[in-house]
C-alpha cells in the first residue's frame, strides 16, 4: 500500500494559525485531497491540489509539492469550532484512480 | 438533496450473526466506496464501485467480508460470520467522477458496528 504520513495531534489557539502537514510516496501519485472530521461525524470536503502551488479557500488553504512528496493544510484564523479530525488522501494511478488515506491529525483549538 | 443514505446508524449484534448494511448513493455518482474507520488504523478503503462494476476488492479483510451494488441507486456490505474485531464505523460515499479521474467523495453519516 501507499504510506501517508501526518501528526496524530496538533494544538493550537484560538485566532492563531496552524499547519498540518502531510507525507507521501511520490510513486504514482495524482493528486492529493484534505477532509474534515468532527468527532461522531462524517467526513467532509475541504480542498484537493493536483499541481504544485497554493490553494486558497477562505481561511483554509492546502499547498502541495509534488517532487518532495508533501503537503500541508494551513488554517488561519482559528476558531473553536475547528476543532476536528484533519484527513490527508492520496490518489494514486494504477489503471483506475486509488484512494489512501491518512490517520488523520486531531487538531484541538484552545481559547 | 439528501446526500448519501446509510442505515441502519447503529447495530449491535453478538459474534457469529450475519450483518448487512445498506447505502443509497448520492442520485447521479458514478463511483461507491465502502470505508471502515477505527482509532487504530484510521479510515480504510474495503471496495470500490464504479458504475455499479466492483472496480478494487484488494481492502476487504477476508472471504467474511462481501459487498453488492445490484443497481445505481443501491449497495450492501454483508458480514458473514460477524466477530468483535470488525467493531467500528462503516462508512460508505460516493462521487461524480469515474474511476479514471479525481473526484470529491460524499460521505455518508456512517453505520457504527459493534459486535459483542
Known amino acids: 500500500g501507499q504510506n501517508i504520513d501526518q501528526p496524530t495531534e496538533m494544538t493550537a489557539t484560538e485566532g492563531a494559525i496552524v499547519q498540518i502537514n502531510c507525507t507521501y510516496q511520490?510513486?504514482?501519485?495524482?493528486?492529493l485531497f484534505w477532509y474534515q472530521q468532527h468527532a461522531g461525524e462524517a467526513p467532509t470536503f475541504l480542498s484537493y491540489?493536483?499541481?504544485?502551488g497554493l490553494e486558497e479557500k477562505g481561511r483554509f488553504s492546502s499547498f502541495l509539492s509534488r517532487s518532495k512528496g508533501y503537503s500541508y493544510l494551513l488554517l488561519k484564523e482559528l476558531q473553536m469550532k475547528d476543532s476536528a479530525s484533519y484527513l490527508c488522501?492520496?490518489?494514486?494511478?494504477?489503471?483506475?484512480?486509488?484512494?489512501?488515506f491518512g490517520t488523520g491529525t486531531k487538531l484541538q483549538v484552545i481559547p | 438533496d439528501a446526500g448519501v443514505i446509510q442505515s441502519p446508524r447503529h447495530e449491535v449484534t453478538e459474534m457469529g450473526q450475519e450483518v448487512t448494511l445498506r447505502c443509497k448513493p448520492i442520485?447521479?455518482?458514478?463511483?461507491l466506496f465502502w470505508y471502515r474507520q477505527t482509532m487504530m488504523r484510521g479510515l480504510e478503503l474495503l471496495i470500490y464501485?464504479?458504475?455499479?462494476?466492483?472496480?478494487?476488492d484488494s481492502g476487504m479483510p477476508e472471504d467474511r467480508f462481501s459487498a453488492k451494488m445490484p443497481n445505481a441507486s443501491f449497495s450492501t456490505l454483508k458480514i458473514q460470520p460477524s466477530e468483535p474485531r470488525d467493531s467500528a464505523v462503516y462508512f460508505c460515499?460516493?462521487?461524480?467522477?469515474?474511476?479514471?479521474?479525481?473526484?470529491?467523495?460524499?460521505f455518508g453519516p456512517g453505520t457504527r458496528l459493534t459486535v459483542l
Open positions: 464501485f464504479n458504475n455499479n462494476v466492483p472496480i478494487d
Open positions: 488522501a492520496a490518489f494514486f494511478s494504477g489503471g483506475y484512480q486509488k484512494v489512501t
Open positions: 491540489n493536483v499541481l504544485d
Open positions: 442520485s447521479g455518482h458514478n463511483s
Open positions: 460515499a460516493s462521487s461524480p467522477r469515474d474511476y479514471q479521474s479525481l473526484g470529491e467523495q460524499f
Open positions: 511520490t510513486s504514482g501519485f495524482n493528486g
